[in-house]
């Protein structure tokens, strides 16, 4: 594959900075590119060779608009909306292929941290939905702060059932992850509706997570704690039923994944809030995440020791391209130009799943690989396409002037959602797609599914490519 060639120049490059030339990589990179033919013909496969593309007119960008628009409202907001919202408190999460309710599987964090935001996002970016989505988002910040909210010893329980009520399948414990969730939905939350208690709930859960979850030593947050606040100290693995608390995070560990969110909820908290500590905090996250999680060649590390030893693992291709948008759009939040290093290692990480973790015959992004070996897990995950759409139309806006290639994949990209992850009979997102590109899971909704992926993404390239179109005029 062409982009594969593009990374065995990578012992080149070095040897060349060794020698003192100071060739920026991501240069030198695109000019390997340009004469890959990877979105040319030359050695590309016959299907590629065979592929058309629109030039990055003002036409293309306002016609592909209208179209993900349309997919927005079809396949996400009209769909899920108001059937998730739930007469007893929250948003229910179980649903099928036909839309219809499903066993509950209880009030998760995260799912009702990402639902609470997507309804905010949509009150306020889309003014026209405004009167519909406003009081959907007080309805989820409610269940956030009168609910989820531990008023005992502070924190979000990572989930509780549908009478608030902790449960066996969840625990008492505090995830992180969570933690981050329900504080992107509260702080979000408050932008909308200026809800002082919205406001006042973010402030607080900053606060307890500060005071019980901050390493102060090694920098970043301890994963797991105890419904007290306590860290959970790491144990030995137990080779006959390797048990792993439900998130998936191993107990005594840092993991890439809460850090990448915490970098997102953060800075959705520093929108709303401009205190000199949150800002501080992001900062260090951002550093923590560009410059620890990330490595060359554009991977990401999944697990660390609390003193930021990385452990062995595999190279998420989804968390890669998100990571670049989440890097960048947190410069953004605290109103600074992106940094170099910041664009460098964006840039490497998208670069690299497409080198690595692409389907250069139907489109999309596997799920996992190793950093230079095959791919080892192909099945194509709904969250991963919806957010290597969102970061390879950032990329053509950074790069349309040097190459076209992240429009062309752009394009194949959105031509694979369209063909294989939409469900055009029910309407809505599968979960997951086989390398075939038939889907593997038809269940609509689950509790690690919502309308934040897929919701964000759609808004993001829609109001990018009118942005794009409108600087053609």
């Known amino acids: ?55 990055p007119t003002r036409e293309t960008y306002l ?37 219809q309710r499903q066993p509950s599987q209880g009030k998760f964090s995260v799912f009702q941290g990402r639902m609470t935001w997507i309804a905010s996002q949509v009150a306020m970016q889309r003014p026209e939905l405004k ?27 990572w989930g509780l059932d549908d009478h608030g009520q902790i449960t066996d399948s969840f625990g008492d414990r505090k995830e992180m992850y969570g933690e981050s969730f329900a ?12 809800d002082p208690k919205a406001l006042a709930l973010a402030e607080n859960e900053f606060r307890w997570m500060e005071a019980h979850a901050h390493d102060n030593k090694n920098g970043g947050y301890f994963d797991l704690l105890t419904r007290e606040g306590k860290p959970v100290e790491a144990e030995p693995v137990d080779p006959v039923t390797r048990e792993r608390p439900d998130g998936g995070f191993p107990a005594g560990y840092k993991s890439m994944n809460t850090h990448i969110h ?62 670049a948008y989440l890097m960048l759009e947190a410069e953004d939040v605290l109103g600074v130009p992106h940094d170099p290093k910041t664009e460098r290692m964006a840039k490497m990480l998208v670069d690299h799943a497409l080198a690595y973790g692409w389907d250069d015959k139907l489109g999309g992004f596997y799920e996992h690989g190793t950093t230079f070996g095959e791919v080892e897990d192909k099945r194509k995950e709904w969250w991963v396409e919806m957010e290597s759409l969102n970061a390879l139309l950032l990329m053509h806006e950074k790069y349309r002037r040097q190459t076209d290639i992240y429009f062309k994949a752009f394009q194949q990209q959105w031509n694979f959602i369209k063909t294989y992850q939409v469900d055009s009979e029910f309407h809505g997102i599968y979960p997951t797609v086989g390398a075939d590109g038939v889907a593997l899971e038809k269940n609509k909704g ?22 794009l179109a409108a600087e053609q005029k």
């Not at 406003?134 to 989820?140: T, W």
């Not at 993404?457 to 942005?467: H, P």
């Open 262 to 323: 915490l970098l997102e909820s953060i800075s959705q908290l520093y929108e709303v809030w401009k205190d000199d500590s949150v800002r501080k905090r992001l900062k260090e996250i951002l550093a923590i995440v560009r410059d620890k999680i990330c490595v060359e060649p554009g991977v990401m590390n999944l697990y660390f020791t609390n003193e930021w030893r990385p452990i062995p693992d595999h190279d998420s291709y989804g968390h890669d391209v998100e990571t």
């Open 446 to 467: 689950q509790n690690w599914k919502a309308a934040y992926h897929d919701g964000r993404a759609l808004m993001n390239v829609t109001d990018r490519l009118k942005k």
């Open 1 to 55: 594959m062409p982009w594969r060639r593009v990374l065995t120049f990578l012992p080149m490059l070095r040897a060349i900075r060794f020698h003192g030339l100071r060739f920026a990589s991501s240069l030198f990179l695109l000019a390997l590119l340009g004469s890959s033919g990877w979105a040319r013909s030359g050695a590309a496969s016959k299907e590629t060779s065979q592929r058309t593309y629109a030039a």
């Open 183 to 194: 504080l992107y939905g509260a702080a979000a939350a408050y932008q909308a509706t200026h």
């Open 131 to 157: 009167d519909k989505y406003l009081p959907i988002a007080e309805h989820g910040v409610d269940f956030l702060n009168n609910v989820l909210w531990d008023k005992k010893f502070g924190g979000f329980f």
């Open 63 to 99: 016609q592909i608009a209208h179209d993900t628009d349309a997919m927005l409202h079809r396949d996400v907001l009209d769909v899920w909306f108001p059937r998730t919202v739930d007469e007893n408190g929250g948003f229910y999460s179980a649903f099928s292929r036909e839309w």
